[in-house]
């Protein structure tokens, strides 16, 4: 995925965070960091924001977080599914196909629950 940041971080003073990921070209997964329009590699993500939220706009995904969930076998998500992730999760998102998916990572920090 390559991610571009929305800039909600920067209208809500970093309360919270949105990044729209799209699959372009072989990159296939996304890890965290990245700057704006960055393309990411394989890396897992850690994030220490109070929550993550991961919603399939288009296409499909497959969510992998090794140790998180009942199982810690990776997530398929369909198009309008979306998953969360606690604070410190490793996690690294696949589209499922070549489909155009699309995926947002919507990040809030925990000011927006004072």
């Known amino acids: 995925f ?4 929305s800039g909600v971080g920067e209208a809500t003073a970093g309360l919270a965070r949105v990044r729209i990921g ?22 897992m993500d850690v ?15 497959t969510v992998e ?4 969930g009942e199982s810690g076998e990776p997530v398929p998500l369909a198009e309008g ?3 969360t992730l606690p604070p410190g999760q490793p996690f690294r998102v696949t589209p499922s196909s070549d489909d155009g998916a699309r ?9 927006a629950f004072a």
Not at 2 to 5: D, G, I, R
Not at 47 to 61: N, P, Q, W
Not at 103 to 111: S, T
């Open 47 to 61: 994030h220490d924001e109070a929550m993550t939220i991961l919603f399939v706009a288009r296409g499909g995904a």
């Open 22 to 43: 799209r699959r372009t070209g072989a990159s296939l997964a996304c890890g965290g960091g990245g700057g704006e329009g960055g393309r990411q590699d394989e890396a």
């Open 65 to 68: 977080a090794p140790g998180g």
């Open 103 to 111: 995926v947002l990572d919507i990040r809030l920090g925990i000011e």
């Open 2 to 5: 390559s991610w571009l940041e």
């Open 81 to 83: 599914d979306c998953l």
